[in-house]
T-cell receptor, first 115, second 113 residues
C-alpha cells in the first residue's frame, strides 16, 4: 500500500512569511494527525482530524497556524506569519480508525527553516 | 496528564552488544505504550506496542519491551545490535480515548563496528 505522502520535503522562508504543507494519507484512513518535531525533541501533536472534523487542536497556535481536511482525505497545514521558533519538521500521520488497535503511519515530513 | 521520560538522550553500543533503551511512564490509568524508530530524514515507524495483553511485547527487527507496572517502565531491548539499528528511538503513551500519542524526547542509538 502507498504510504503517507507529504510535500514539500524542505522549505526555507523568512520570518513573517506564510507557508503551507500538504498531506495525503493512506487510502481509507479516517484519522489524520499533524505533529511538530523541533530538533532534539519528540513530536508534539498539533491537530487531529477524524474524517473532516477536528478532534483535538488544543496545542495548535491558532493565532498563526491553521489546518483543514476538506472531504476527509487530503489535509493542509498553514502558518501565517511564520516565526523563527516555527523551524521544525512537520509530520503528518494517519490511522485507520483512531483507536489503540489502529497504529499511526507517518509520512517523511516537511523540514521548515525560518530565517 | 500522561507522559513518558526517556533516560539518556544518546546511547552508544558496539555491534553485537545488548541494546537497552529506557522509558518510564506517568499515568493515572493503565496506559497504552509504544516504541517508534526514526531513521534520518524519515518519518516514524512503529516498533511495538503494549495494550494490556502480554507484558512482554515482541516487535519488528528483533526488538522487544517489557511492561513493568511496579517500576512504571517500558524499556526497549535487543540482544545483539546491528549497524542498521542506528537511529533515533521514541517512547510514546496514548492519552485519552482519541488515541493521541505523547512522545518522549527520544534516544539516539549509535552502533559502533
Amino acid at each position: 500500500e502507498a504510504g503517507v505522502a507529504q510535500s514539500p520535503r524542505y522549505k526555507i522562508i523568512e520570518k513573517r512569511q506564510s507557508v503551507a504543507f500538504w498531506c495525503n494519507p493512506i487510502s481509507g484512513h479516517a484519522t489524520l494527525y499533524w505533529y511538530q518535531q523541533i530538533l532534539g525533541q519528540g513530536p508534539k501533536l498539533l491537530i487531529q482530524f477524524q474524517n473532516n472534523g477536528v478532534v483535538d487542536d488544543s496545542q495548535l497556535p491558532k493565532d498563526r497556524f491553521s489546518a483543514e481536511r476538506l472531504k476527509g482525505v487530503d489535509s493542509t497545514l498553514k502558518i501565517q506569519p511564520a516565526k523563527l521558533e516555527d523551524s521544525a519538521v512537520y509530520l503528518c500521520a494517519s490511522s485507520l480508525s483512531g483507536s489503540e488497535n489502529s497504529p499511526l503511519h507517518f509520512g517523511n515530513g516537511t523540514r521548515l527553516t525560518v530565517t | 496528564a500522561q507522559s513518558v521520560t526517556q533516560l539518556g538522550s544518546h546511547v552508544s553500543v558496539s555491534e553485537g552488544a545488548l541494546v537497552l533503551l529506557r522509558c518510564n511512564y506517568s499515568s493515572s490509568v493503565p496506559p497504552y505504550l509504544f516504541w517508534y524508530v526514526q531513521y534520518p530524514n524519515q518519518g516514524l515507524q512503529l516498533l511495538l506496542k503494549y495494550t494490556s495483553a502480554a507484558t512482554l511485547v515482541k516487535g519488528i527487527n528483533g526488538f522487544e519491551a517489557e511492561f513493568k507496572k511496579s517500576e512504571t517502565s517500558f524499556h526497549l531491548t535487543k540482544p545483539s545490535a546491528h549497524m542498521s539499528d542506528a537511529a533515533e528511538y521514541f517512547c510514546a503513551v496514548n492519552q485519552g480515548s482519541n488515541y493521541k500519542l505523547t512522545f518522549g524526547k527520544g534516544t539516539l542509538l549509535t552502533v559502533n563496528p
